[in-house]
């Protein structure tokens, strides 16, 4: 059976830390937006989630 | 003793034959194993059974065979269980869900299929018997076709417009025209859907057909139907590139997205079109007072 964290948020990725603050959930700092991309792309395909853009340099990581 | 053999078996005959025609392996994808059609085809032979022998045990006459008969008829209740659970335990390593509406649907239309094996045997055997077996060619195949004709039930074309929708994006989230679908964060997600991409709006007839959109059960049968047919590029843990039917909440209509194995709109559309409309999901607010008054 299938069992894990559903409709929350699984990772947080952003290339401006002062963005996000300590919570329930990892955060990855990126260097630029293209690092970004890529680290929550990664992320994204290993925990079996989808990325969501926040349009702030914001990136979550869900899984629906 | 002949004379009613001819009865039983001319009922049988005609009972088995409405399963048979009744039994369609589409793209509804069930049941696709030639064993799971065996058992219908079995299931539908007892049927039949059942309702050819009640004239002759009626005429004999032999009431407690006909009571006993009844009791047997109960028996097909279970084949609704049976399919629903069939179906919810498959569901679980599905990447695209039939839903549990459409499963409900499936089920009672397996159970209803039974019936009506065993009022089609029932006439003919009745007929065989007051008029010989000739008629037998008459009585079979007209309760099939009326069968066939009065068990299709409405489809998504009869209550909806269906009609191409540009897929784009604003800001992070896609849209299909005005409808927002979902929250894309990454360019190469995007420039697939641009490329790849189909929408479709559908858009109801009345308020009736609008609640019949409403229900998620409805937009998750679209969803399978279309993906059963025309495919997606959904993988196990990459949900990317989700189907998905999200409502205009201003206006009622839906947009549905999807990427396709098969990029082809004008069969996306027809496959929606063939949608059966769910009987679980269907809206009935014109047939009350207040929803007809509400209406206008």
Redesign the interface.
């Known amino acids: 059976?299938?069992i894990g964290l559903r409709e929350s948020i699984l990772a947080i990725i952003t290339c401006n830390p002062a963005k996000v603050s300590g919570g329930g959930c990892p955060v990855f700092l990126a260097q630029d937006q293209e690092e970004m991309?890529k680290t929550?792309?990664l992320l994204?395909?290993i925990?079996?989630?989808?990325?969501?853009?926040l349009?702030n340099d914001v990136?979550i990581i869900v899984?629906? | 003793m002949d004379n009613y053999l001819i009865v039983i078996v001319c009922g049988i005959v005609a009972g088995f034959l409405a399963r048979w025609i009744t039994l369609r392996s589409d793209y509804r994808h069930y049941p696709t194993y030639p064993h799971g059609q065996l058992v219908h085809l079995a299931v539908g032979f007892i049927a039949a059974s059942l309702g050819a022998v009640a004239v002759p045990a009626i005429m004999k006459p032999d009431f407690v065979a006909v009571t006993f008969l009844v009791l047997a008829a109960q028996q097909f209740r279970d084949i609704r269980n049976m399919e629903r659970e069939t179906l919810t335990r498959l569901e679980e390593t599905k990447l695209i869900r039939r839903g549990t509406d459409y499963i409900e649907g499936i089920a009672r239309v397996f159970e209803a299929r039974n019936y009506l094996v065993i009022i089609t045997a029932l006439i003919t055997s009745l007929v065989v018997y007051r008029w010989g077996w000739p008629f037998a060619f008459i009585a079979g195949p007209i309760c099939i076709f009326l069968s066939t004709l009065l068990m299709s039930g409405q489809r998504l074309g009869d209550i909806a417009e269906v009609v191409p929708g540009k897929v784009h994006f604003q800001g992070s989230l896609l849209m299909v025209e005005d409808v927002i679908i979902m929250n894309v964060a990454l360019p190469q997600t995007k420039e697939k859907i641009l490329k790849e991409g189909m929408g479709v709006l559908i858009k109801p007839k009345n308020d009736d057909a609008r609640l019949t959109l409403d229900a998620p059960g409805q937009r998750q049968a679209i969803i399978h139907d279309v993906v059963s047919i025309l495919g997606s590029k959904v993988d196990i843990a990459e949900p990317d590139l989700m189907p998905l039917a999200r409502k205009q909440v201003d206006k009622g209509y839906l947009g549905l997205f999807i990427v396709a194995n098969e990029p082809d709109l004008d069969y996306l559309m027809e496959i929606i079109r063939k949608v059966p409309v769910l009987e679980s999901a269907r809206g009935t607010a014109l047939k009350s007072y207040f929803g007809r008054k509400a209406a206008d």
């Open positions: 059976m299938d991309e929550s792309l994204a395909r925990l079996g989630g989808m990325v969501h853009d349009e990136f899984r629906h």
